[in-house]
C-alpha cells in the first residue's frame, strides 16, 4: 500500500487545518491507522489513531479535544483535522497503516507510512 499524506501548510496560531492521507494499491478499510508527527530535532511522537471500524479513537494527550481523526472506507482516506492549533504543533505530520496486531500507540506497530506534510503554526 501507498500512503499519500497532504494537507498540510502555515496556518496561524487558533486556526484550523485538515490532513488527508489516501491510500493506494491496497485498502485502509480492514486495517487501523494513525497519525504522528515529528518536530526539528525531536522525535516522531504519536498523535492520533482509529481502530478499523472507525469506533475506537486514540489521542496524545497534548491534542485531545483539539483534533479528530476519522476515516472515509469507500474513499481509501483517513483525515486529521487539526483545530485550536499552537505554535508547539509545528512539525512534520505523518500517516501509518497498522499492522494487525499491536498497539496504537507505538511506531513499531505500523508497517506501512506515507510520505510526511509539513504543518507549521505561527504565532
Known amino acids: 500500500v501507498q500512503l499519500q499524506a497532504s494537507g498540510g501548510g502555515l496556518v496561524q496560531a487558533g486556526g484550523s487545518q485538515r490532513l488527508s492521507c489516501a491510500a493506494s494499491g491496497d485498502t485502509l478499510s480492514t486495517y487501523a491507522v494513525g497519525w504522528f508527527r515529528q518536530a526539528p530535532g525531536k522525535e516522531r511522537q504519536f498523535v492520533a489513531a482509529m481502530n478499523w471500524g472507525g469506533i475506537t479513537t486514540y489521542y496524545a494527550d497534548s491534542v485531545k479535544g483539539r483534533f479528530t481523526i476519522s476515516r472515509d472506507n469507500p474513499k481509501n482516506i483517513v483525515y486529521l483535522q487539526m483545530n485550536r492549533l499552537k505554535p508547539e504543533d509545528t512539525a512534520v505530520y505523518y500517516c501509518?497503516?497498522?499492522?494487525?496486531?499491536?498497539?496504537?500507540?507505538?511506531?513499531?506497530?505500523?508497517?506501512?507510512w506515507g510520505q510526511g506534510t509539513q504543518v507549521t503554526v505561527s504565532s
Open positions: 501509518a497503516r497498522r499492522s494487525k496486531s499491536g498497539s496504537a500507540y507505538e511506531i513499531r506497530s505500523y508497517n506501512f
